[in-house]
């Protein structure tokens, strides 16, 4: 299993640069000049002083060719300089470190209700299917399937925040907050909202594989035969069908993760969250380019763990796919 998770771990060695390439590509050939937005934001400053404009394009390698450009920012982070934020005027790695635990609560918040809400729903509709609950969930799937996220954020605001006014509208937590309990409540309350719309928002399409893979094995011979053999029905789910119904789930759970932290740009300028989202939103609106291309290479570096973490869970559930691999 070693030699199997190494040769996949050496397989995405390549990727990791080629998608660094077409980021950094990407990035610099977006329009508008960095030191423009530096200019705008600070220009008392930066108008009358050609000098510092100078440093600063030689700085941040403005004027160097484009794979001179790449292989400096190559070799800075390789050493774990990021590079200078023009935006914030601060190391990039900083602002990254410091929002990171925020994204990170409200993603695996949000992918472990959607996990939680979808799987039993998923199953209970494939179980019972062509019944009032299959089509009552087939339809809500239809549904939120077709609701854009920022919308969904929207509704539940008016409904929870401003109507009912039992959650919080924005933001991370309430200024003036003291005592461990108390601050623990009120980060608690603020998170419900943005965790429960972005976990929500996935709950629609998890429940269709789900439903869709499970009624594929439950047409199989072997599960037909556990049934006629006498097996109760909640061990011929669990232990026939769901386990062999895995893979196709794994995939799209496992992959889904870039998808929450994508998802989490809309849902943290929404809700004000002072995470990954909204600075990677305000860096590329800005061209602060080391701190966008960071950004979107942190999100590359998560797609490429969950597809290890997918074929570890393959692996888990399905040994023979690491036999298949071995003989090949």
């Not at 998923?122 to 089509?135: E, H, P, Q, R």
Request: glycine share 6%; net charge positive.
């Amino acid at each position: 299993m070693k030699v199997y998770f190494l040769k996949r771990f050496l397989e995405l060695i390549p990727i990791f640069f080629a998608i660094s390439i077409i980021i950094f590509v990407i990035m610099n050939s977006m329009p508008g000049d960095p030191l423009l937005q530096m200019r705008m934001q600070n220009p008392r400053v930066m108008t009358n002083d050609p000098e510092r404009m100078r440093e600063l394009r030689e700085y941040y390698h403005l004027d160097d060719p484009l794979p001179v450009k790449y292989f400096t920012w190559l070799k800075s982070v390789m050493t774990g300089d990021l590079g200078y934020s023009s935006m914030y005027k601060t190391p990039a790695i900083d602002l990254i470190t410091s929002r990171l635990p925020n994204t990170l609560i409200l993603t695996i918040t949000a992918w472990l209700i959607g996990l939680v809400v979808a799987l039993p729903i998923g199953i209970l509709s494939a179980v019972k299917k062509y019944s009032a609950f299959d089509y009552t969930t087939t339809v809500f799937a239809f549904i939120g399937i077709s609701l854009p996220g920022f919308w969904f954020a929207l509704i539940a605001i008016i409904i929870f925040s401003v109507s009912l006014g039992w959650l919080p509208v924005s933001g991370m937590a309430t200024y003036g907050i003291t005592g461990s309990w108390n601050v623990f409540v009120d980060r608690l309350r603020h998170l419900v909202l943005p965790a429960f719309v972005l976990g929500l928002v996935q709950v629609a399409s998890w429940v269709r594989y789900i439903r869709t893979s499970l009624l594929e094995v439950l047409d199989q011979d072997y599960v037909r035969t556990a049934y006629a053999k006498g097996v109760p029905d909640r061990k011929v789910i669990i232990k026939h069908a769901l386990k062999n119904a895995m893979i196709p789930i794994i995939t799209i759970i496992a992959l889904d993760i870039p998808y929450f932290f994508g998802g989490a740009l809309i849902i943290e300028t929404v809700f004000s969250w002072p995470g990954m989202g909204r600075l990677m939103y305000n860096a590329v609106i800005s061209s602060d380019y080391n701190l966008a291309i960071s950004c979107l290479m942190f999100l590359a570096i998560i797609t490429l763990i969950s597809n290890l973490v997918a074929d570890f869970l393959y692996v888990m559930v399905d040994p023979r796919i690491r036999m298949g691999r071995k003989g090949a």
